[in-house]
């Protein structure tokens, strides 16, 4: 089976499931699947991980077994194709405790939840939570970048008595374009472009990312130093490395000037890049050494993964065994060519079939 770990409460019994009772004679085997799926699916939708997942007591915010105070100290940002919905369940429970908050969401996707009926993923007209959209195509913009502004100055003037939660999803990267002075949106994108265009890994690019932003790379929880940060974290990544989903803006890696020129030498970029970027890595080559107090403000920072592929595996192998079917979770990290995949697991199956196998 595979092996899952969850920050969230304990799942509840699948509710699809639950409507068809104990017997499921007269279902058909693609109606147990679209059943099994709508299960997966359910389990990770963003206002149900963060129903799961933040729970008020009084004046005190439970968050993955620990509880934080609520003054009406609570500052919220966000970031990410699934933060709306997100954002709007966690000022639901948090309520008048909320101060201010800013969000940066895909480009229409308001419009896009209205019109499939999922207002309930929208914030309401008397919310205090500021939208940003942008990032069209999933591309960073002039328009997310305003967005990650504002929340740089949000998170900037926080103080020790203060509370940031921080909603993250799949997308966020580029809906929180933040280059370091005095590197522009354009040149960063650039150089990011040209480095997967001759062909640099995830890993790769994000050293280098996290090198040319502010906010990357654990940058967004130093800005909000000395106030305590909570981060909700959907993932989007296999194997839910904090580092790697939304280049990990709350998540302290130090990045090394070394390793960012060793891997623009790999693609011959070093003796083309923009004065900005030269600039910048030889401000950090100067800076070097300062870890120390990057871990202790590290240390104010909570990270948590309420929503991920295991999480969805997990209700879906659960809701499998409730409609009579005897489910075998491989792994949440399975990748590679479709096809590939797909003869794997017709072989995986016919094992499957074989007498005695499975008892």
Not at 84 to 106: Q, T, Y
Not at 247 to 268: C, F, I, K, Q
Request: proline share 5%.
């Amino acid at each position: 089976m595979a092996r899952i770990l969850s920050l969230s409460r304990p799942l509840s019994l699948c509710r699809p499931c639950l409507l068809w009772g104990a017997s499921t004679r007269g279902m058909s085997l693609e109606e147990r699947a679209r059943q099994v799926f709508a299960a997966a699916i359910g389990a990770v939708q963003p206002d149900s991980v963060v129903r799961r997942s933040l729970e008020r007591k009084g004046d005190s915010l439970l968050v993955a077994g620990r509880s934080f105070d609520l003054t009406h100290n609570l500052h919220l940002v966000g970031f990410g194709k699934a933060v709306l919905g997100m954002a709007a369940e966690a000022e639901r429970i948090v309520g008048d405790h909320l101060v201010k908050g800013v969000v940066s969401v895909p480009h229409g996707i308001q419009e896009t939840l209205r019109h499939h009926g999922k207002g309930k993923m929208l914030l309401g007209e008397d919310s205090r939570i500021e939208v940003f959209e942008g990032a069209r195509h999933n591309l960073p913009d002039a328009n997310a970048q305003k967005a990650a502004e504002r929340i740089r100055q949000l998170a900037s003037a926080l103080t020790e008595s203060d509370l940031l939660l921080v909603l993250i999803s799949g997308g966020g990267s580029a809906l929180l374009p933040a280059p370091v002075p005095p590197i522009s949106l354009q040149e960063k994108q650039d150089v990011t472009r040209r480095l997967a265009a001759a062909g640099a890994t995830i890993q790769e690019l994000n050293t280098v990312r996290r090198a040319l932003s502010l906010l990357k790379g654990g940058g967004l929880a130093k800005c909000a130093h000395p106030a305590q940060v909570v981060a909700l974290i959907l993932s989007d990544v296999i194997g839910d490395p904090l580092d790697l989903i939304a280049s990990g803006p709350t998540v302290h890696s130090e990045v090394l000037p070394a390793e960012v020129w060793a891997v623009l030498d790999r693609y011959g970029l070093s003796d083309s890049l923009p004065a900005s970027v030269r600039e910048v890595l030889g401000q950090a080559e100067l800076q070097q050494g300062q870890g120390g107090k990057q871990a202790e403000e590290a240390g104010h920072v909570l990270n948590a993964v309420i929503g991920s592929n295991g999480i969805a595996l997990e209700r879906a192998g659960r809701c499998a065994r409730e409609i009579g079917l005897r489910p075998l979770v491989l792994s949440p990290g399975v990748c590679g060519d479709v096809r590939s995949v797909a003869r794997l697991y017709g072989l995986l199956a016919r094992l499957c079939l074989l007498p005695g196998l499975l008892h």
